[in-house]
């Protein structure tokens, strides 16, 4: 069991940061590929960024290019999520996300295990 563990989100007014962190267990399951997905309430959940464990570079959704960026910390086992600008409609709760096998980009069919969510406000 590949086990998630989110945190980092939090209150913020808009144009401010919040930088999101996902513990993972490294790459003992063979993760193919991470990703970070966000729902907002009475919506569906969306992708917002994801990357070949192997590398070969980082995607985003079109709503948080040049905003957001997404890292990791091999030593520590650890992804992040940094979020710039924030809006109001960044609102949501935010799940990191991993693919054993294949990699389905953003769509949240493809991702075999999600972390618990940590939950991200901003006002305006």
């Known amino acids: 069991q590949v086990k998630l563990v989110e945190s980092g989100g939090g209150s913020v007014q808009a144009g401010g940061s919040l930088t999101l962190s996902c513990v993972t267990p490294?790459?003992?399951?063979?993760?193919?590929?991470m990703g970070w997905f966000r729902q907002a309430p009475g919506k569906e959940r969306e992708g917002v960024s994801y990357?070949?464990?192997?590398?070969?570079?980082?995607f985003y959704a079109d709503a948080v290019k040049g905003r957001f960026t997404m890292s990791q910390d091999n030593a520590k086992n650890t992804l992040y999520l940094q979020m710039n600008s924030l809006k109001p409609e960044d609102t949501a709760m935010y799940y990191c996300a991993a693919a054993i096998g294949h990699c389905s980009a953003l769509s949240q069919s493809g991702y075999n295990y999600w972390g618990q969510g940590t939950q991200v406000t901003v006002s305006s």
């Open positions: 490294g790459n003992a399951y063979n993760i193919y590929c």
């Open positions: 990357e070949y464990s192997s590398g070969g570079g980082t």
